[in-house]
């Protein structure tokens, strides 16, 4: 969205000091504090403060994506959103989840995450602008499952001999982060997703690499880039500065390397050099059992035919089941629930609707 799509939505008054917003919101670009007076007069004028609230699923996505792709202050800029009660509440949250000083001086788990996307960004070179933009979004999203309950509605934080500790923020920070995409006007198919819900996942399966193939090579079966995950775990590891609130712009902090990570990377380097990842195999997630849970039968589908894309007549159960591993392999979805996802959206759009919900 750019400043003029913006101008429609709000008064003429405000246009040229909305200009000045999408700096900061877009770029971090570091104000004065008299220009920050005259954004917090923008933003208290409320037709101006609702439009910004309101944006359309398309308007989220292309702020969103631009902050990842382009953003030269990241953390700056989440600060300013912060400022101005413009923080989704996945991340307004993390302010109030403690975390044990021993490893985490810096604070909250919000501070830690804004250090984290700015040590992220400290560590971009020679990416493109979308893995770029995936390192960030996964740095932005890493430990949103601290603050998530478990099914037994148990907190994942908690205080254990004395310590806090969070031992399956990984995993159960893949569906708030899965939902705040939806809620962006991402698209479910967008291969950024799955990449950034990957990295959030397994962020600190180094920890656990004890060695071995298995770990490493269902990571990358799954879709999952070594490279970024390297960098994310590198800025974790050094987003624990408790002076970094004074700092205005990312400044690189170097880190002991991880043990684990190092030993994951040598290791997906010699797999690589052996061509393991040439001839991987991909185990599929969705299963003729979903395809039957989402109201397709078997009995009334079995003398039904549909043409593949290569000219041959398939059953339209191995149809679906091909199209399906076909699209778990370029990185459409990384777990089963993504997979079931994928099969309504597949099933709601395909022109064989009719004749597959309704054979006579």
């Known amino acids: 969205m750019t400043p003029q799509d913006f101008s429609a939505r709000v008064s003429a008054r405000t246009r040229n000091i909305y200009d000045l917003f999408l700096l900061v919101a877009y770029r971090g670009v570091q104000f004065t504090e008299e220009m920050h007076q005259m954004l917090d007069a923008l933003l208290a004028d409320e037709p101006t403060r609702q439009a910004l609230t309101e944006l359309d699923s398309v308007e989220r996505w292309a702020v969103w994506a631009r902050w990842a792709r382009t953003a ?22 993390l302010k109030f989840i403690v975390q044990d000083p021993l490893y985490h001086p810096e604070g909250n788990v919000w501070s830690h995450t804004l250090q984290t996307v700015d040590q992220a960004f400290a560590r971009m070179r020679y990416l493109d602008k979308d893995r770029r933009a995936i390192l960030l979004l996964a740095a932005l999203h890493h430990d949103v499952g601290k603050a998530e309950m478990d099914e037994d509605g148990n907190f994942i934080t908690f205080v254990k001999n004395g310590r806090i ?27 950024w997703i799955n990449q950034v819900l990957l990295l959030v996942k397994h962020h600190m399966d180094h920890l656990s690499y004890a060695g071995g193939d298995r770990m490493v090579v269902n990571f990358v079966k799954a879709g999952g880039d070594m490279q970024l995950l390297h960098r994310l775990v590198q800025a974790d590891q050094a987003a624990r500065d408790p002076g970094a609130e004074q700092h205005n712009r990312p400044i690189y902090r170097d880190t002991e390397p991880s043990p684990g990570m190092e030993r994951m990377m040598n290791t997906f380097s010699r797999l690589n050099d052996e061509g393991i990842f040439d001839r991987v195999h991909v185990d599929p997630l969705l299963r003729g059992r979903d395809l039957i849970d989402a109201g397709l039968d078997p009995h009334h ?22 199209k399906a591993l076909l699209a778990q392999e370029q990185g459409a979805f990384i777990d089963h629930d993504g997979a079931v996802r994928w099969l309504r959206a597949f099933l709601d759009s395909s022109p064989l609707r009719n004749e597959l919900f309704d054979v006579s």
């Open 301 to 322: 589908l079995s003398h039904v035919r549909i043409i593949c894309d290569e000219g041959l007549e398939m059953a339209p159960f191995a149809y679906i089941l091909k």
């Open 72 to 93: 030269r202050f990241p953390g700056l800029s989440l600060r300013f959103l912060e400022r101005h009660g413009l923080l989704d509440p996945i991340f307004d949250r």
């Open 165 to 191: 500790t969070s031992p399956k923020h990984a995993v159960y920070g893949v569906r708030p982060a899965r939902d705040w995409f939806e809620r962006m006007g991402f698209e479910a198919e967008d291969p």
